[in-house]
């Protein structure tokens, strides 16, 4: 069993950055990939970024790419999520997901173990 739960989300100007944390829990949980989705109101849960467990591979969505950089601290258990250059349509709630397969997916259904999602409002 692994928990996870995000944290550093909050209301930022366009433009601006935040560093999302998503802290895992669990004797293996470094040995899972983890992925970052997120869900804007009245929109399906998208894919954001997934790493995987020894954060030597990542994969980003279009959308992101260029923006966004994903990592992990494995000593720490803690996965993160660097938001720069934020957009009002990057507003959503973002969710951490571990994956017990150790290579990242972009597949919602590939990950087993969900947090509770963190809010991210970007202002115009």
């Known amino acids: 069993q692994v928990q996870v739960a995000e944290s550093g989300g909050g209301l930022v100007q366009a433009g601006g950055s935040l560093r999302l944390s998503c802290a895992a829990s669990g004797r293996t949980s470094r040995n899972y990939a983890m992925g970052w989705f997120r869900q804007a109101p009245g929109k399906e849960r998208e894919f954001v970024a997934t790493i995987n467990w020894s954060g030597g591979t990542t994969y980003y969505a279009d959308s992101v790419k260029g923006r966004f950089t994903t990592s992990r601290d494995n000593a720490k258990n803690t996965v993160y999520l660097q938001m720069n250059s934020l957009k009002p349509e990057d507003t959503a709630v973002y969710y951490c997901?571990?994956?017990?397969?150790?290579?990242?997916?972009?597949?919602?259904?590939?990950?087993?173990?969900w947090g509770q999602g963190t809010q991210v409002t970007v202002s115009s």
């Open positions: 997901a571990a994956r017990g397969n150790g290579n990242g997916s972009s597949q919602r259904d590939d990950y087993h173990y």
